[in-house]
C-alpha cells in the first residue's frame, strides 16, 4: 500500500532544533518531487520547502536559511532539519510526494494540489 510515515516532532524552546523524517512507501521506479507543508490551528496548509526528481530544492521565504530538505534515496526516507526554530513554527507538519508512472518528476511544487500522496502528520510545538 503506498503510503507516507512522518516522524520526529515534538517540543523544544524556541531556538532549538528537530529533525523531522518521512519514509516513503511508493511502489514507482521513477523519481517523484517530494515536498514538505504545515498547517497551524486555524490557519491555511502552507508550502514549507520542496526537493525534486534532480535533487533541486527551495524554501519557503519564512524558513530560508533556518530548515533543509534532504531526500535518501537508498533509505526511501525524505527528511525536514530544522533549526533555529521560533513559536511561529508551530504547526502540524505534513510530508508529500508527487509520483508520475512513466516518468520522473523535475521542478519544484509549491502547491498542495500539485501532490497526490501525503502523510498524517507530525506536530511540532515551539515554545518562547
Known amino acids: 500500500q503506498e503510503r507516507l510515515v512522518e516522524s520526529g516532532g515534538g517540543s523544544v524552546q524556541a531556538g532549538g532544533s528537530l529533525k523531522l523524517s518521512c519514509v516513503v512507501s511508493i511502489s514507482t521506479n521513477n523519481g517523484p518531487c517530494m515536498g514538505w507543508f504545515r498547517q497551524a490551528p486555524g490557519k491555511e496548509r502552507e508550502w514549507v520547502a520542496a526537493i525534486d526528481g534532480n535533487e533541486r530544492t527551495a524554501y519557503a521565504d519564512s524558513v530560508k536559511g533556518r530548515f533543509t530538505i534532504s531526500n535518501d534515496n537508498a533509505k526511501n526516507t525524505l527528511s525536514l532539519q530544522m533549526n533555529s526554530l521560533k513559536p511561529e513554527d508551530t504547526a502540524t507538519y505534513y510530508c508529500?510526494?508527487?509520483?508520475?508512472?512513466?516518468?520522473?518528476?523535475?521542478?519544484?511544487?509549491?502547491?498542495?494540489?500539485?501532490?497526490?500522496?501525503w502523510g498524517q502528520g507530525t506536530q511540532v510545538t515551539v515554545s518562547s
Open positions: 508529500a510526494a508527487k509520483v508520475f508512472s512513466t516518468i520522473m518528476c523535475a521542478g519544484i511544487r509549491d502547491r498542495a494540489g500539485d501532490y497526490n500522496y
